[in-house]
């Protein structure tokens, strides 16, 4: 018993020597994690966090509290198509932060708003507005979307964060956290040697993954700008998305419902919300077979919501010319500014916003008038 | 429990203090009999779950006391097939003409390996051994024993006897040390190098098995060659860094386990290479089909000539029985004729070289470099190859089939082969290498416990980065098996 004991002892602090090493080196030759500004998840590959995923779920500590704040929430094409820099440009009197998570759903996109609402006082939600990106592909079901060999089934990527370094355990009820949302800063201080190993792992498989696995690089603004979408890449598109949905055209309510509740919990915080429905090339909503039936539940939900205090609609679909596009999806880089603009006068009206920064082009509201 | 929680962690830890705390064998007995049951609780959640496994324990007790009182060959023949018939009721085998399943959830981990010790009582019992005849505390313990519960090392009941009346030894700083080195050394192996084979394998599969690709032509050969080679290296590292985990903590319990991996990727020939892989099942498989079944036959059979050609008929039939043993579904069966017929080619290969070149001949010709080489990276490739029954469904197995084609199957086996007999010996030299410069690398005064211990803590925090880079620690493959 004793050797066992002495010898336990002695892994341990071994291991409490080699870590300290370990922690020191990783900041002393790293640095810190966080930086100021807005948060842009889209710049996540730039950062100590590697995905966007991990960005949003550790970096989330600096937010900065105070300024009135606009967070933008969906997935990648809300998080390519407004560009932080460019909408934080037009509203130089809030703080604009893109917290969009390319593959999300509704039920994602919830999680990252509870974790925004998580670290903010009542106050801090009162001067809150969150921008929610929704097309057709938001609107996954859960059992199809959180299903892949490589997590537990139902495990968000928002969730593989959570439990990832122990910050949440899980339980039979969902996730539970164990670092308080206080704690955060001083805990992705004391995993920072794991975010530098992660990194160093990414970066150096890079190359050999793109190759092995046939993963295509990142384009570059400018090959996206001069992309053309061929017909075949279209059809593949449209292939794709039947199997993403796992139907031939019908979309179950279940992600409306999420997206529905979703909204009634952050106008009940005092926030605002501003639903954006994002444009998709006119040829993918003309030959896709989930479009109409998007627009069906989107009709049902509008009407549900009119009237609601704080909360806009923006129907951007007049942006949808093919041409716009780098992909079924995406806008082209050249077209952000566009984007960004119009969401930005819409903001103004329903955001905390002061009179002087408001702009006032574009944008249907539809509730919430001030 | 999973191997890889902290739960399982918590277990273990419990376990062993509670074990050493004591001295007395009886006690001692006791802690492993309450850990068994809590490690048999942890797969269940009601008693209903557990009872088609007590009541197959129940039988075997039985079983064991009823051919060791009637000494008759039809007793023990026809208790051997009670036990099977009942095991494979209970296994749920849907490539069976008639079956027969209970109606509820219950517990089938574990079944395959409790087969095994249970047959091999009942047969040893019948052959008048008394060390097979275990009283019902060591019954338990041994058929239950939480280490070999769910893969093995398919322990023997004289092997468990042996450790047992050794329980009141105490663990020394070397035993201690020794034993955490093996634990971490088997994380390693699981949670470090199959999680990045696994990683590998997932990523490459992918695109072979994907019902709409635009891989074709040697590209998918090359795909899918690439998929099976990283899928036997992860089988390879999750199982053998599971043997390291139970074998090492069997240290802190008093208990010696079989080894169960001796290199098996060195192996020329398919019968050297099951004897170094899963070599515990091997040998259960050689005492207990092999050597009956050749008997059998050669009873049967005067003339002397036909009597390498009874070995593989054997051969083929153990072969056969083993690989069907891995799983319930159809693909196994499919995967047990290709290692049987794998063995008996091989088999009537070596006894066609014997007549053609004479003994000696051949084995000079098979210990030199060039063949010993070439033969080493045939074995790899037909292992890889094979063990694809294990990573597919029936319906995958056939769209493999024909988008391969013999031709592809052909190309991939020996482009494999090639490979494997360029990499494996450069391996092992570069291996070698390390063995003989790694004393050199130690610095004076570095030496002992605290450099042990540093080296073992470094493991730790590697086996913690990596699995919070993958983020899901891969499953124990055999579990499934």
Redesign the interface.
């Known amino acids: 018993?004793r050797?066992?004991l002495?010898?336990?002892l002695?892994?341990l602090?071994?291991?409490a020597?080699?870590?300290a090493v370990?922690l020191a080196a990783s900041h002393l030759f790293v640095g810190a994690a966080y930086r100021e500004g807005g948060l842009d998840s889209s710049l996540a590959a730039n950062t100590i966090f590697m995905t966007d995923p991990k960005y949003v779920f550790l970096n989330r500590a600096a937010l900065k509290p105070g300024m009135p704040r606009i967070v933008f929430v969906g997935a990648s094409n809300t998080a390519v198509g407004f560009k932080q820099r460019e909408v934080q440009a037009l509203l130089p009197d809030a703080e604009v932060d893109n917290l969009a998570v390319g593959g999300s759903n509704m039920t994602q996109i919830a999680q990252i708003v509870d974790l925004v609402q998580e670290l903010q006082s009542a106050a801090a939600r009162r001067r809150t507005t969150f921008v929610i990106g929704m097309w057709y592909g938001t609107f996954v079901q859960d059992r199809f979307r959180w299903n892949t060999?490589?997590?537990?089934a139902g495990d968000t990527d928002i969730d593989?964060e959570r439990?990832?370094?122990g910050f949440y355990r899980r339980t039979e009820h969902g996730p539970q956290q164990v670092l308080p949302a206080a704690d955060l800063p001083l805990g992705v201080a004391l995993?920072h040697?794991?975010l530098v190993?992660?990194q160093l792992?990414r970066r150096a498989s890079q190359a050999l993954?793109e190759r092995?696995?046939?993963r295509a690089a990142s384009r570059t603004d400018a090959e996206r700008d001069s992309s053309v979408v061929s017909a075949k890449e279209k059809e593949t598109a449209l292939?794709y998305w039947r199997e993403q949905m796992h139907s031939d055209g019908a979309i179950a309510g279940e992600q409306f419902l999420v997206l529905s509740n979703m909204i009634d919990r952050i106008l009940s915080q005092g926030s605002k919300v501003v639903l954006v429905d994002l444009p998709i090339p006119h040829w993918h909503a003309q030959r896709s077979p989930f479009y109409q039936e998007y627009l069906g539940h989107r009709k049902v939900l509008l009407s549900e919501l009119a009237g609601r205090d704080g909360f806009a609609y923006l129907e951007m679909m007049d942006l949808s010319d093919d041409l716009e596009f780098s992909d079924e999806v995406h806008p082209k880089p050249r077209v952000t500014r566009q984007w960004a603009a119009r969401v930005a006068a819409l903001i103004t009206t329903v955001g905390d916003i002061p009179p002087e920064s408001r702009i006032s082009t574009g944008g249907t509201l539809i509730a919430g008038q001030p | 429990m999973d191997f890889t929680s902290s739960l399982y962690l918590g277990f273990v830890t419990a376990t062993v203090l509670a074990f050493n705390a004591w001295r007395a064998p009886l006690l001692r007995q006791f802690v492993l009999l309450a850990a068994n049951l809590v490690f048999l609780a942890g797969f269940v959640q009601s008693a209903e779950q557990l009872a088609p496994l007590l009541g197959f324990l129940v039988l075997g007790y039985a079983a064991t006391r009823w051919v060791a009182r009637w000494h008759r060959r039809g007793v023990l023949e026809g208790t051997v097939l009670l036990i099977i018939v009942v095991f494979a009721v209970l296994k749920r085998y849907t490539f069976l003409p008639l079956r027969m399943d209970l109606p509820f959830l219950y517990l089938q981990v574990g079944l395959s390996y409790i087969l095994f010790r249970i047959l091999q009582m009942v047969i040893d019992s019948a052959g008048g051994e008394d060390e097979a005849r275990l009283a019902p505390l060591d019954f338990v313990n041994f058929t239950c024993n939480f280490l070999c519960f769910v893969s093995g090392p398919i322990q023997r009941s004289n092997e468990y006897l042996m450790n047992r009346v050794q329980l009141d030894r105490g663990v020394d700083e070397a035993v201690a040390f020794s034993a955490m080195h093996r634990v971490i050394k088997g994380y390693v192996k699981l949670a470090v190098v199959s999680a990045v084979f696994n990683y590998l394998f997932a990523n490459l599969s992918v695109p072979v098995l994907a019902e709409s690709t635009a891989m074709a032509g040697w590209r998918y050969t090359a795909q899918y060659a690439a998929s099976a080679v990283t899928y036997t290296f992860y089988l390879y590292y999750n199982f053998s860094g599971y043997m390291d985990i139970v074998i090492g903590i069997g240290w802190l319990l008093g208990q010696k386990l079989p080894e169960n991996f001796n290199r098996p990727f060195s192996a020329h020939n398919i019968f050297e290479f099951w004897s170094r892989w899963h070599m515990t099942l091997s040998d259960w498989f050689k005492t207990y089909l092999f050597n009956p079944l050749m008997r059998f036959l050669a009873d049967r059979v005067a003339a002397p000539i036909w009597l390498p050609y009874l070995g593989v008929i054997a051969f083929f039939v153990t072969f056969f029985v083993m690989g069907v043993w891995h799983g319930s579904t159809s693909v196994f069966v499919i995967y047990g004729l290709v290692m049987g017929a794998g063995a008996s080619l091989n088999k009537l290969w070596q006894v066609f070289m014997t007549a053609r070149l004479g003994r000696k001949k051949y084995k000079a010709l098979a210990e030199s470099f060039a063949y010993a080489t070439l033969a080493r990276g045939l074995m790899f490739a037909f292992f890889a190859l094979a063990v694809t029954g294990l990573w597919v469904n029936m319906d995958q197995l056939s769209l493999l089939a024909r988008r391969l084609g013999i031709s592809g199957l052909m190309f991939a086996f020996v482009g494999t082969a090639l490979c494997a007999a360029v990499i494996g010996p450069a391996v092992d030299h570069a291996a070698r290498l390390l063995v003989r410069l790694a004393p050199r690398l130690g610095r004076p005064g570095l030496s002992g416990l605290f450099a042990q211990n540093i080296v073992l803590a470094s493991e730790v925090c590697l086996i913690f980065a990596v699995g919070s880079f993958f983020h899901k620690a891969p499953e124990f493959v055999y579990k499934a098996f």
């Open positions: 018993m050797a066992i002495k010898q336990g002695f892994l602090i071994a291991l020597g080699i870590y370990l060999p490589d997590r537990r593989i439990y990832r370094y995993i040697p794991y190993f992660d792992s993954r092995l696995f046939g292939r």
